[in-house]
């Protein structure tokens, strides 16, 4: 059965019809083209599926589409501005921090969401605060270094 799902993605009104167990992720990518947020695990492990929803992190393999009715989503995507880089995501460039490029969408927004929560966190509250969100290429030193240097562009 589907349902009637509303809901903003980056910043513009989404209507679908859908079923609203259905999981973000796979609405994402298939229905709305928003492909810069990947299939990792599918175990809520890797983090390689992370987007904002109202601003917090959110596992997109572990919500269902129903879940975000009424809210607002934000994808890589979305994340630029007037054709600008978000902070996070000029720093991720400028830092290395983006070796293989399969976690860097999931690693942003979480730091997004961090900083928005800790403008000024130290280096051991980057660390954990991306804990969850697993880079194998081994970027992890340069993409704290990355969220550090992003947290005084942010205002931290």
Not at 73 to 79: P, Q, R, S, W, Y
């Amino acid at each position: 059965m589907t349902d009637a799902v509303r809901f903003s993605l980056n910043g513009r009104a989404v209507d679908l019809r859908v079923e609203g167990d259905r999981l973000l992720l796979w609405v994402l990518r298939t229905e709305l083209g928003a492909t810069g947020t990947k299939y990792g695990c599918g175990e809520g492990h890797c983090g390689s599926c992370t987007v904002l929803v109202d601003g917090a992190a959110t596992l997109a393999c572990q919500t269902r589409v129903g879940d975000v009715a009424g809210r607002h989503v934000v994808t890589i995507e979305g994340l630029e501005a007037d054709g600008e880089l978000h902070p996070v995501q000029r720093a991720f460039v400028e830092h290395g921090a983006l070796q293989c490029g399969y976690c860097t969408p999931g690693m942003i927004l979480k730091a997004v969401s961090l900083l928005a929560a800790n403008p000024s966190p130290t280096e051991e509250d980057v660390r954990r605060g991306l804990e969850g969100n697993l880079c194998r290429c081994g970027a992890h030193k340069r993409i704290v270094e990355a969220v550090l240097a992003a947290s005084s562009d942010t205002g931290g």
